[in-house]
């Protein structure tokens, strides 16, 4: 590396000596020349690309340099004192070839310019750091077969981006890599010319050539570049007709009508289109006037019908001589003539009555190609049959399904053609070996098979993917600019060696800061590192997508992802772990503590779910009992009060309101559907004494409460005591003693007691609780 700058040290005055006197002319500050600073400069330090200095600079640090213009303050940069200018950016010439600057001298305390600004160029010296290229690769071309040697096939251009004018890096020289000896190319110029003379199409169509743009005038150590020709020979008639056979036997019953068909036959060709055209014509022969000749226009075979009845009894075979010849002959190629052929027909006469025979195919096997991915009917071929019997009779035509399982294929049932059933895959299956199989229309129904084998052409339809689908392993600390993959690509088409990709990353992170990607041009790609300071910790694992695109027509690609996983390393790169290091535990608990501390928690909730779920099996009673209910119990008083003025012995607010003395109980045998108001009035008052009253209310309320139960209670009254008018009410207690007391008082308590009277007037000692349903 060499650094070219100018060193520009400018006098303000120019002292001329002429015949002894002192002369002085004023002269401008600034002399001027271009500087130059070389590209792509890689090293450690800034480059220093030239020195302005001004007459009036004294040295003593009075005058300040400033610059501006293009890359100003960010590209160049000037040392205000010296005057020194220092490129701190790679260049690259090919982004932008020169620089405008504009340089000026002032006073380093007022700003006050000293000179007037003047303006320089600053030019990138350019190096040879681009390859050739060919932008409009890859190329197809034609040329006739058999053509002359040097006949002119094509040119191809290749562009070189660095500066032409200056030495040779943008001096091409073309060569050919692949293709001798069949081609050659011009070494100024890129022309292709054929090589060999008489290559023939019915040999060999195609050509793939290689050709190769260097750059230095083809030196050592020049960069080079290389696109793909392909080369195809065009047809021309260089091959005459050939009929197969010398002589064809044919047959025909005597009781045929003019216009029955009784024979075909085909004369070969290798040529393409009006080149391989052949015309027939009958040129001699008994049968003349017995048979004529005409061609089916789909198959160009000459077929042979009955012109005349013919009669087995007056003659029993005829000979025919049948030309074919092409009807469009190149003058070129005369001498290699003559353009026909003929062949004899031998036809025998048949009796009416003779043997029945399958129907024989005109070829022993078929072979015919499809391209892949065509569409649902598209024509494979046509196979004929016909029948050799004097009958004659049609071809019924069919594909045995044992021999098409997947039923890729249809054959029509009268004249043979073969068309897809859906569009085929060549990766999947490239040849399909089917049979058809013959059989005559009446008759016994004989037949016959033939062999018929489909080849799959290729098309570009699978897009490239990569080779390899494992994971890169890379370093902690990886260093910037280091290849940590290189990447390549397989295609399932069938392309061999004309097979070339090329590499991009996807849009989404063509910008990102970690990894960039490099085409080598060479169906590979080297991934870099752009940074440092990857921590497995912060993220252990990278993920890049890579676009991949193949040259085959159409072109096809994909997005391929790449896995970057960050690995630990020691001193020498080599891997040590390339999983994420587990955070400590706090100290005190240890794997084993914790797992014993879950287990007693799952232990606890068992138990707990255990006894939550006895409870619930556990059968309660039907009503519950904060208290005991004091309407469905007996309820015995060992002491007799002191009558209604004993407000100590029993409350009377329990008669009146029994509901409220120990709150609502609720019944749990009954849910009642519905809740029925208390009617108004129908309960005494608190202070109300009025047990009369207060017994019918509660049997009036239980008789309309919808949520009693079905059977009778005894309900217990213990409002007795001294000083009251009616003494004891207790049967059961009178029953025990052997006092004889008067009762006739009870016929003036009203109908309510009646019963009671009426129990007592008898003196009998029985007692009958709950006979009509009433409280006793």
């Known amino acids: 590396f060499q650094s070219f700058f100018f060193y520009l040290y400018l006098h303000r005055k120019d002292l001329l000596r002429k015949e002894g006197q002192v002369l002085y002319r004023s002269k401008r500050g600034w002399v001027w020349n271009q500087f130059f600073v070389i590209e792509e400069y890689t090293g450690p330090d800034p480059v220093l690309v030239g020195r302005l200095h001004s007459d009036v600079d004294s040295g003593n640090g009075n005058i300040k340099y400033i610059l501006s213009g293009e890359g100003a303050g960010t590209i160049f940069v000037i040392d205000d004192k010296t005057g020194n200018i220092h490129a701190t950016k790679t260049l690259d010439r090919e982004e932008q070839a020169q620089y405008t600057l504009t340089a000026q001298a002032v006073d380093r305390d007022t700003n006050k310019p000293l000179e007037p600004p003047s303006e320089f160029i600053v030019k990138v010296q350019d190096i040879n750091d681009n390859p050739p290229e060919f932008l409009h690769g890859p190329y197809y071309a034609r040329v006739p077969e058999m053509s002359n040697v040097g006949t002119s096939v094509m040119q191809v251009t290749a562009t070189d981006a660095d500066d032409p004018t200056y030495g040779n890096s943008a001096r091409l020289v073309y060569s050919i890599l692949q293709g001798q000896p069949y081609f050659s190319v011009e070494p100024q110029t890129g022309i292709i010319r054929t090589a060999l003379p008489n290559m023939d199409r019915e040999a060999r169509q195609e050509y793939d050539v290689v050709i190769q743009a260097k750059d230095m005038g083809g030196h050592m150590g020049g960069l080079s570049g290389t696109t793909e020709v392909k080369i195809t020979l065009t047809d021309v008639n260089d091959n005459p007709p050939k009929f197969p056979q010398s002589v064809y036997p044919m047959s025909v019953s005597e009781d045929k009508v003019p216009g029955e068909e009784v024979g075909r036959l085909k004369a070969k060709d290798p040529d393409l289109g009006d080149n391989g055209l052949v015309n027939y014509r009958l040129v001699d022969g008994d049968g003349m006037n017995m048979f004529e000749l005409s061609v089916d226009s789909e198959t160009r075979e000459a077929v042979i019908k009955l012109k005349k009845m013919v009669d087995f009894e007056t003659k029993r075979s005829y000979t025919l001589k049948v030309e074919g010849s092409n009807p469009h002959v190149d003058p070129q190629f005369l001498a290699w003539g003559p353009y026909k052929d003929e062949a004899t027909i031998k036809v025998t006469m048949l009796y009416m009555f003779d043997a029945d025979e399958p129907p024989v195919f005109v070829a022993p096997s078929y072979t015919f190609e499809v391209e892949e991915n065509a569409p649902e009917g598209t024509l494979v071929g046509r196979v004929h049959a016909k029948d050799t019997d004097v009958a004659n009779n049609p071809v019924r035509y069919m594909i045995p399904r044992y021999t098409d399982v997947e039923q890729f294929f249809a054959i029509n049932t009268e004249d043979g053609m073969i068309t897809t059933m859906r569009p085929l895959d060549r990766e999947t299956q490239n040849w399909h070996n089917i049979s058809v199989s013959a059989t005559e229309i009446g008759g016994h129904h004989q037949d016959t098979k033939v062999r018929v084998n489909i080849k799959v052409k290729d098309v570009n339809d699978n897009p490239p993917e990569f080779a390899t689908n494992n994971e890169v392993l890379m370093c902690e600390s990886v260093a910037p600019g280091k290849v940590i993959e290189t990447v390549s690509a397989v295609d399932k088409d069938e392309m061999a060696h004309r097979q070339h990709f090329t590499f991009s990353l996807a849009p989404e992170v063509a910008h990102n800061n970690n990894?960039?990607?490099?085409?080598?041009?060479?169906?590979?790609?080297?991934?870099?590192?752009?940074?440092?300071?990857?921590?497995?910790?912060?993220?252990?694992?990278?993920?890049?997508?890579?676009?991949?695109?193949?040259?085959?027509?159409?072109?096809?690609?994909?997005?391929?992802?790449?896995?970057?996983?960050?690995?630990?390393?020691?001193?020498?790169?080599?891997?040590?772990?390339?999983?994420?290091?587990?955070?400590?535990?706090?100290?005190?608990?240890?794997?084993?503590?914790?797992?014993?501390?879950?287990?007693?928690?799952?232990?606890?909730?068992?138990?707990?779910?255990?006894?939550?779920?006895?409870?619930?099996?556990?059968?309660?009673?039907?009503?519950?009992?904060?208290?005991?209910?004091?309407?469905?119990?007996?309820?015995?008083?060992?002491?007799?009060?002191?009558?209604?003025?004993?407000?100590?012995?029993?409350?009377?607010?329990?008669?009146?309101?029994?509901?409220?003395?120990?709150?609502?109980?609720?019944?749990?045998?009954?849910?009642?559907?519905?809740?029925?108001?208390?009617?108004?009035?129908?309960r005494p008052a608190a202070n109300s004494v009025d047990v009369d009253d207060f017994i019918k209310t509660r049997i009036a309320e239980a008789d309309s409460d919808p949520t009693a139960p079905p059977y009778d209670s005894i309900q217990i009254y213990g409002y007795e005591g001294r000083g009251s008018l009616a003494g004891s009410l207790s049967s059961l207690e009178s029953v025990t003693t052997e006092s004889d007391l008067d009762y006739d008082y009870l016929q003036s308590w009203g109908p309510r007691f009646k019963k009671l009277a009426d129990l007592y007037g008898t003196k009998d000692c029985s007692i009958h609780d709950g006979d009509d349903g009433e409280d006793s």
């Open 515 to 682: 990894f960039s990607l490099k085409d080598n041009r060479d169906s590979t790609a080297s991934i870099y590192v752009l940074r440092k300071g990857f921590s497995r910790l912060t993220q252990d694992v990278y993920y890049l997508p890579i676009e991949i695109n193949d040259n085959g027509f159409p072109a096809m690609s994909s997005t391929n992802t790449l896995t970057i996983r960050v690995c630990s390393c020691d001193s020498k790169n080599t891997i040590l772990s390339c999983n994420v290091e587990p955070y400590v535990l706090p100290a005190g608990l240890s794997t084993g503590a914790l797992i014993a501390i879950l287990a007693c928690i799952v232990i606890l909730l068992a138990i707990v779910v255990l006894f939550v779920a006895l409870r619930r099996q556990k059968k309660e009673p039907l009503i519950v009992f904060e208290e005991e209910d004091i309407r469905e119990n007996i309820i015995t008083y060992d002491d007799e009060g002191g009558g209604e003025e004993d407000t100590e012995a029993f409350d009377i607010a329990t008669l009146q309101n029994p509901d409220g003395a120990n709150g609502f109980l609720p019944r749990k045998d009954i849910k009642p559907e519905l809740q029925y108001p208390l009617r108004p009035g129908g």
